[in-house]
């Protein structure tokens, strides 16, 4: 225990000497936390439209000023030429064509029915697919109030009409901050768990301290606790620091308890404090701790559900995210903190997480072995 | 007992085995000796030291260092012995204090408690008490290595060329302070490329790619030279190098200094030699008889093995 109170001492000293590691560890939650979930919004708002009016009538006027003062779109040109709006979405100026044909105010009175086209440019699908699905709803609602101002429907009507309305639970308002800040937080803690605790002690590696340290009396254990214990502490701070700022910044309290919170993270980072000693293992010099804990971070980032759904994955990619803890723990911050989830509800993710922490830190601690 | 006793040891590198650091190395250390391990880069001084010292295992052979075995008893090794590395390891990012109060502590023990060993050369170091070791200069930095590998009071010192980079002066003062150690009755192995370096020592093994030429005292070893060794100068040096390595009565002559070391095979009077050298070449040559000394022995006992 006495040996263990000095190495802590020796490493919170050098870690608290280091301005890199002190302001990465201070600035980069506050910078990521603030900057990102604002840039990281799914909604698509400034979706440009041509307009091609061959019709001119007050039924056209009406239908594009409902379509512009939805807030979705800009009007990008008004024009009455295919060709001109075509040249706009190749010079990438506009994202979809709506083209209101002549006739569209006669047929629609006359004949009960018309017809509109339009084109969107799929380069950006998910501009091209969210903007042509606002586009039809905006119609669709167009074309029931042009309807509802020629008949007045009986208060009961004789023919069934489904109406689907939804409502976000848990997210009343669609709030992609609520959703995006909890999954960042994540990142941040994954990122000083793994990163900084596999290039501390590579660094002990390279500088040559390592043997000086085997020469002693101290046993491995304690070595490797006194690396951990103090990056453990660390990502707690991080994450106390990331919930502040969720507060403060965008209002976050979470539904569920702090309680709930810490008591996974306590589990999620020493699995992945068992990582960056794995990492520490298979490297020699802090580049190459760098670089494989850069490419190990991508792959749970892209495949750990912050940007993309998992649920939407490819079945061979869902398999994938079941080997990685980032998910897990993504999965477990939305849970708490929009909806309130309590240890019970996450006991399953608990159960993982611990799995992985015992795997990573045996096989480190193996690896460690077989190689001194 | 003796302090160090290597038997049989080899050690090789590579999948193949196929780089042998050392071939079949055995010698003995007694109590309170100061023992040097002479020999060029690449000798497997480094090698020999971290076997001794637990940090790496051997291919076969047995070592004990004070009684223990390297292998079964490397926990009880790490405790009573010091290590300085030939690479400056202590944290560049803690100041000299506490370095030494870091190693003190995890060896169980107080700087207060062993200071009277490390007084001497600790003092020249502790103006700078609150400097980083990493902002040392190169003797400095020595210095708080060799508190640092004391100050648990170990039995026997390894220290791996602890005096390559550092200036004639500092060198000459590392020594004293060896010498001194020893006085107190620590046995320390020492290595070191410098030749010399060996006259310092009690006892010295030449080694050279993996294999000990010679072990003894250094006037041991010198006196083991036993032809007459000849220093010969002129004003055109290679040509007169090239001229005398052509006669077949030359045994060996190599550079030296300012002058050319020359072994004859068979023995000669002075005047008889003058007249040789007069014979064999056109150049105007100064001839003296010298004493050897070791860097002589290891040149002929590398030539000779």
Redesign the interface.
Known sequence: M??LK??LQ?EF??IF??PAILRLIFIMPVIQLLVLPWAADYEMKNINLSVIDHDHSGYSQKLISKITSSGYFILNDYSNSFDKSLGEIEHDCSDLILEIPANFEQDLVKEDKAKLFMAMNAINGVKANLGGAYLNTIIQDYNREVRMEWIQLPRFSPETQIEVTSSNWFNPLMNYKYFMVPGILVILLTMVGSNLTAINIVKEKE???I????????KKYHFILGKLIPFWILGLFVLTLGLIIARLAYGIIPAGSFFTIYVFAAIYLLAILGLGLLISTYSVNQQQAMLLSFFVMMIFILLGGLYTSIDSMPEWAQTITKFNPVSYFINVMRMVVLKGSSLSDIKEQIFIMIGFAVILNGWAIFSYRKRS | MSAVVVENIIKTYGKKKEVTALNNISFEVKPGELYGIIGPDGAGKTSLFRIL???LLADSGKATVDGFDVVKDY?EI??R?G?M?G????????SVE?NLN??A????TTVHGNYDLIKDIYQQIEPFKNRRAGKLSGGMKQKLALS?ALIHRPSVLFLDEPTTGVDAVSRKEFWEMLKRLKEQGITILVSTPYMDEAGLCDKVALIQTGKILSINTPHGIVDDFKKPLWAVKSANMLHLLNQLKEKEEVEDIYPFGEYHHLILKSQLSKESLEQWIRNSTTENVQLQMVRPDIEDCFISLMKNY
């Open positions: 006495r040996t000095f190495l020796k000293r050098q000497r280091d500088i040559g301290t043997e000086q340290i085997n020469v002693t009396p101290i | 010292t637990t940090l926990k790490r405790k012995v290590y590395p690479k400056f390891s202590l944290y560049p990012d803690l506490e870091f190693f502590t995890i060896f169980n640092c």
